[in-house]
């Protein structure tokens, strides 16, 4: 299946190669798009055919980079996400204190970006964050490492995807106290 896929993949037209690695370490599909092809021309037609072949759902959850709401007060934090080119610049702020990134388009950079941001804004010794996934029920999952323990922040992507990744990073920067007492007081 994966060769006739590579070769399916590599007609569509603005794909310059296609990789298929299914068992290695780096598993996935890696493709490379010709200078100038229409990005999201050729990225629906890759969809529709990765979906024909099973490997993918029909549609996903469609991103757009914004606010849903004006602030999060429920984090004690303001954050915004601006597209730059190659990237983005991530600023975090409180009332007193900003602090911004600039990070590779990649979510795993976002993530690292915004908790960086976040920690240096809050006084706390900087996470690594480990990994970064979209569930099949749209929610955003951050996993990170603090030198001791993982831990593992949920957002929900239909908020919007800034707040969702504000609110997944916000999972893993608190403490467990934290989280230990809001569970018991819900």
Avoid: H
């Amino acid at each position: 299946m994966t060769s006739s896929l590579a070769s399916r993949l590599g007609d569509i037209p603005g794909v310059a190669s296609v990789v298929i690695d299914l068992d290695g370490f780096g598993r996935g599909i890696d493709v490379r798009l010709e200078p100038g092809a229409d990005e999201t021309v050729v990225m629906e037609k890759l969809r529709t055919l990765l979906a024909a072949y099973g490997v993918r759902k029909e549609r996903q959850p469609v991103m757009s980079v914004g606010r849903s709401q004006d602030t999060l007060t429920p984090l004690g934090v303001e954050v915004s996400l601006t597209p730059i080119n190659g990237g983005a610049r991530i600023e975090v702020a409180t009332a007193t204190v900003k602090s911004f990134r600039i990070v590779a388009a990649t979510p795993l950079s976002l993530a690292q970006g915004l908790a960086d941001a976040w920690c240096q804004v809050i006084g706390r010794v900087p996470i690594e964050v480990t990994g970064v996934s979209v569930t099949d029920q749209g929610r955003l999952v951050v996993t990170a490492y603090d030198g001791k323990n993982e831990a593992k922040g949920e957002g929900d992507v239909s908020i919007g995807w800034v707040d969702a990744l504000a609110t997944s990073v916000a999972g893993v920067l608190e403490e467990p106290d934290d989280a230990d007492m809001r569970r018991a007081a819900s």
